[in-house]
């Protein structure tokens, strides 16, 4: 329900949807005066769902909403952005965001490309031109904007997308300025436990290294004239520059990182100290560079596993993995790929080390490199535990061997309902026998089975392998034990 909603509804609606307001004027006169003040500060507040991120005015709002007698009982789902923001006045800090930006519209381009391609509507190719030619006019802005001003570029650029680029960058300007006075004495973290300690039901949390937005623009789906108007929007593409320089902007230098990486494992450290422990615990993280930062001390793993040793849902992704990306920063090496993933898994492991999860999603995409695959597998990322409840495991981009999966099929056997698989890449064995395995889950009642790579049929990257030669409904239909269906990568009935 939003702020503007709730001014707008007469108070017998609102003692209708809202029983703990038991009538009360003055508890009706209260919850419009605060949702007024939340529309005026342009909050993204949600009658259940409060977000926070690292500035003045979010944990200002969050301590107001948190003392609030209606809010407190109210909010159930907390989302808290980590992100910590660059100096872009310094001038390597400002190449590595317009960077960002310019591989981020780069990224557009591409989708939209292969999305047209793939339609072969003819009739929409005026405006997919226009969203390329746009596009362009976008890099070249950012591009000249990477070393000198607005002011001294050159005229044949277009004024008004240089205009909306450099004010963008004076927006971020301002939201580093108001989180260095937020974070200057160092009790952000006290002050957010403290706050959501008053909430009576906290039920989802979520912590995100990266800008989350509200709605996310579906360039594979939606029509070439939507798009363009996306793009020619100066809003949308202020957001678009705005929410990749905030969300990377935390991977410039090492002492940014560095409190990033503390904050996120202080987080967990408030959360237990407050006894708040959610039934839904969602992470997600743009890779750091540092990843050894990451790697949690005894005291953190306890104050993790003691934060989620209730909880029934756990979401583990992590992406944009930094040797993906040679022009930002450095590449990591091959033979530090092994000591990386070890520091991530020292996190996965004690984040999903409970008995009471029902469902469970790991997703490390992004860093399964055709040429160098990463030297670990499923169960070093995962604890050495039962789950005996478990209904639901999604895996995204993990490696795994083959027999890692009998344990898996042994454990939950008769409780495994879904089973999402994308990205997996085999280190040892066959995909006819891992899919030969997995048919022994008795339950299954829904199954994904995308973009496999690795064992017999190659690493995905030529047009011979696996993923060029398989029909996932047939993979989903031997798993479900369809009747007469066989295993689609065997000859027979296996």
Same mark, same amino acid.
């Given at each position: ?9 007469p ?8 029983s703990? !307001?038991k ?6 006169q209260?919850l ?6 939340f529309?005026n500060a ?5 009658? *259940? ?5 690292i500035t003045?005015k979010?944990?200002? /709002? ?5 003392n ?26 400002r190449?590595?965001?317009? /960077?960002?930006?310019?591989?981020h519209?780069?990224?557009i381009?591409?989708?939209v /490309?292969?999305?047209f391609n793939s339609r072969?509507?003819t ?7 226009g969203? !390329?030619?746009?596009?362009c006019?976008i ?15 050159s005229p ?8 909306l680029?450099?004010?963008s960058?004076?927006?971020?300007k301002a939201?580093f300025a108001?989180?260095?006075v937020a974070i200057k004495?160092g009790?952000?973290?006290?002050r957010?436990g403290?706050?959501?300690s008053?909430?009576r039901r ?17 360039y594979?789906s939606?029509?070439m004239a939507t798009? !363009?108007?996306w ?6 593409c202020?957001n ?13 230098a090492?002492?940014?990182?560095q409190?990033?990486a ?14 708040i422990?959610?039934s839904v615990f969602a ?11 990451f ?7 306890d104050a993790?596993r ?18 993906q990306?040679?022009?930002?920063g450095?590449?990591?090496?091959? *033979?530090?790929?092994y000591e ?7 996190l996965t492991?004690?984040?999903? *080390? ?5 469902s ?7 860093y399964?490199l055709?040429?160098?695959p990463?030297?670990i597998?499923?169960?070093?990322l995962l604890?050495d ?16 061997h083959e ?5 898996t099929?042994?454990?939950h056997?008769?409780s495994l309902?879904? !089973? ?12 006819r ?5 997995l048919?022994e889950l ?7 089975w995308?973009?496999?790579t690795?064992g ?6 030529s ?7 398989f029909?996932e409904?047939d993979v989903?239909?031997y798993?479900?034990?369809?009747k ?8 027979g009935?296996?």
């Amino acid at each position: 329900m939003a702020s503007r909603t709730i001014e707008r509804l007469p108070p017998e609606i609102l003692i209708h949807c809202c029983s703990y !307001l038991k009538g009360s004027i003055v508890d009706i006169q209260n919850l419009r005066l605060t949702s007024k003040w939340f529309c005026n500060a342009s909050s993204n507040f949600l009658f *259940d769902t409060l977000s926070i991120r690292i500035t003045t005015k979010s944990i200002s /709002t969050l301590e107001a909403v948190s003392n609030h007698p209606i809010f407190r009982e109210s909010i159930t789902a907390i989302k808290l952005c980590l992100c910590f923001y660059g100096d872009i006045e310094d001038q390597r800090a400002r190449i590595g965001l317009i /960077t960002e930006c310019d591989l981020h519209f780069n990224s557009i381009g591409w989708t939209v /490309t292969r999305a047209f391609n793939s339609r072969q509507r003819t009739v929409e190719a005026e405006q997919f031109n226009g969203i !390329l030619f746009r596009i362009c006019e976008i890099k070249q802005a950012l591009s000249a904007l990477k070393l000198e001003g607005a002011e001294t570029v050159s005229p044949s650029l277009d004024i008004a997308t240089l205009r909306l680029i450099a004010n963008s960058i004076e927006k971020y300007k301002a939201q580093f300025a108001d989180q260095q006075v937020a974070i200057k004495h160092g009790t952000h973290l006290e002050r957010i436990g403290v706050a959501l300690s008053r909430f009576r039901r906290v039920l989802s949390f979520k912590v995100l290294g990266n800008i989350e937005t509200i709605n996310k623009n579906n360039y594979r789906s939606c029509s070439m004239a939507t798009i !363009l108007e996306w793009l020619n929007s100066d809003e949308t593409c202020s957001n678009i520059i705005l929410n990749v320089m905030a969300s990377r902007g935390q991977y410039l230098a090492f002492d940014i990182e560095q409190r990033f990486a503390q904050s996120f494992k202080g987080i967990f450290s408030q959360l237990s100290k407050h006894k708040i422990f959610p039934s839904v615990f969602a992470v997600e993280l743009d890779a750091p560079k540092q990843t050894q930062l990451f790697r949690p001390k005894k005291a953190e793993c306890d104050a993790i596993r003691s934060v989620v040793h209730k909880a029934e849902h756990l979401s583990f992704a992590v992406r944009w993995w930094s040797q993906q990306n040679p022009e930002f920063g450095f590449v990591i090496s091959t *033979d530090q790929h092994y000591e990386e993933i070890q520091h991530l898994a020292s996190l996965t492991k004690a984040f999903f *080390d409970t008995e009471t999860v029902r469902s469970v999603d790991l997703d490390i995409r992004d860093y399964s490199l055709h040429t160098a695959p990463p030297h670990i597998s499923l169960y070093r990322l995962l604890p050495d535990c039962e789950w005996p409840q478990l209904q639901a495991l999604s895996l995204v981009a993990v490696p795994f061997h083959e027999q890692e999966l009998r344990k898996t099929v042994d454990r939950h056997r008769n409780s495994l309902k879904i !089973l999402e698989m994308d990205g997996l890449q085999l280190l040892s064995g066959s995909w006819r026998g891992a899919l030969r395995i997995l048919r022994e889950l008795d339950k299954l009642e829904e199954v994904s089975w995308r973009w496999p790579t690795g064992g017999e049929h190659g690493n995905g990257s030529s047009e011979d392998d696996l993923i060029f030669h398989f029909s996932e409904k047939d993979v989903c239909q031997y798993l479900l034990k369809t009747k007469d269906a066989e295993n689609p990568l065997g000859l027979g009935n296996v």
